[in-house]
């Protein structure tokens, strides 16, 4: 509690005439003690002050007194809310209702009321740690006028302790914050891959998240030792909830000193978790995926002289072969249809998709389909259509990548870069996203505080 300071006037003389007045107590606002015989009273300097310029100076401190009474009579007008004190606290025991009011009030018929319209509302006890905002309009008045306590993570009480009082229940603003961390790649990713180190910092799952977030623009296969990759969570909690909990990603960035460069995926505020865009807003998400697996490596390019490993003469070699371990997941590289599926001769298990009247993919040498994808189907980008093998004319387990564009075999990892490209955010969505971004990007800074 706080107990309230008489606040004193002092009046200084100097050089006989001139009179200055200041709070004695140096805090609070002043008040008139007429009957104080210390050296601050007024009475007390008439006493030693006589003739015709006490009456003057006489005149001129009841008149500046008179003032001063009338500023405190307007000071006892209500104070504008931003001046108001709010102090936060926290129970360290747990108590009944009744017993924190009667911390607060002194009127027990008013605790008591209060108290009783808390449980009809469902609070009868406070938990130890129960969070509570007091509101008073000075910080030295003895009591509150509001105090707010927060019962739980998205709902609190109002106590209102004006007149007859009043209690309310309150929803709980949701808050929320960019919470960022850092991981550094201890092996290169193709060692990961094969099994051939076990150093790990970073989750698998959080790098698998990172394929997808990043499957257009660049694959995870390429990063190396001490590649460092940030994360930034949009973390969420209800206002009185003392932690953040992580909701959804935010963005990321990747930092791969081997392709020198720094890719940044970005999801605007309301966005949905797939929804990412790169630094100026331009969507990653582009119609087809960079790669058919995850973390796969390129064995072998699109070659028009190449000398076949298992013909061994030379023989046009127009796909693109992805090196991933036995059983892994083929992806669908676009939106489309399957238009071919079964057993190929030298291509193996092979499933062909038309994605438009221009372009097409096939996918050679699968160890087995997905059930649930038969021809005619219609597929998604990212879609699971089958698995990595090594059927038909095959040295190791890998998928053949076919492209065509306009019915012509073209060189897939040439061409990507020249593929449609989806539109920028509009006008007004991009300024809000650039707000997004350099929160974000804030939060991967702090990092290096």
């Not at 001129?60 to 003032?67: P, R, S």
């Not at 009321?113 to 030295?140: D, F, H, M, N, W």
């Not at 013909?311 to 676009?334: M, N």
């Amino acid at each position: 509690m706080f107990n309230r300071k008489k606040d004193k006037i002092e009046f200084t003389e100097k050089d006989g005439e001139e009179i200055t007045i200041r709070d004695a107590s140096g805090t609070g606002r002043p008040t008139i003690d007429l009957t104080d015989a210390g050296t601050g009273g007024i009475l007390s300097f008439l006493r030693r002050n006589k003739g015709p310029a006490a009456a003057i100076s006489s005149f001129v401190l009841f008149f500046l007194a008179a003032l001063l009474v009338r500023q405190r009579l307007a000071d006892d007008a209500p104070v504008p809310f931003e001046q108001h004190a709010i102090i936060e606290t926290a129970l360290d025991e747990g108590l009944p209702v009744e017993d924190y009011l009667s911390r607060l009030l002194r009127q027990e018929a008013k605790v008591e009321q209060l108290a009783g319209a808390a449980r009809r509302l469902g609070v009868a006890r406070l938990s130890p740690g129960t969070k509570a905002l007091l509101y008073y309009e000075r910080i030295t008045d003895p009591e509150p006028y509001q105090a707010r306590l927060f019962t739980g993570p998205q709902t609190s009480l109002l106590f209102a302790f004006e007149g007859e009082g009043r209690v309310e229940l309150l929803s709980n603003k949701l808050l929320k914050s960019y919470i960022a961390e850092r991981w550094v790649l201890e092996a290169d990713m193709l060692d990961l891959m094969t099994g051939k180190s076990s150093r790990l910092k970073a989750p698998w799952e959080l790098l698998s998240r990172t394929e997808e977030i990043l499957s257009w623009s660049i694959g995870l296969r390429n990063l190396q030792k001490g590649d460092i990759l940030c994360w930034v969570w949009e973390a969420q909690k209800y206002e009185g909830d003392p932690s953040f909990r992580k909701a959804s990603v935010a963005g990321l960035q990747l930092s791969a000193r081997s392709l020198d460069t720094v890719v940044f995926a970005i999801r605007p505020a309301g966005g949905r978790d797939t929804a990412f865009y790169d630094y100026e807003g331009r969507p990653l998400r582009r119609q087809f995926l960079r790669s058919p697996v995850r973390y796969g490596r390129i064995s072998s390019r699109y070659n028009l002289t190449r000398l076949n490993p298992v013909l061994k003469y030379i023989k046009a070699h127009k796909g693109t072969d992805f090196a991933a371990p036995e059983g892994a997941e083929v992806y669908a590289l676009a939106d489309g249809v399957v238009v071919k599926r079964g057993l190929y001769g030298p291509n193996g298990n092979y499933v062909k998709i038309r994605h438009d009247s221009i372009y097409a993919t096939g996918y050679l040498h699968l160890s087995r389909f997905e059930d649930s994808v038969q021809l005619g189907d219609t597929v998604r980008q990212g879609q699971v259509i089958g698995y990595v093998g090594q059927t038909g004319s095959a040295t190791g387990p890998h998928v053949c990548l076919r492209f065509w564009r306009r019915d012509f075999q073209d060189d897939f990892v040439h061409a990507f870069q020249y593929l449609p490209e989806p539109p920028a955010l509009p006008l007004l969505e991009r300024q809000q996203f650039y707000q997004t971004r350099d929160s974000i990007l804030a939060a991967i800074r702090s990092l290096d505080d």
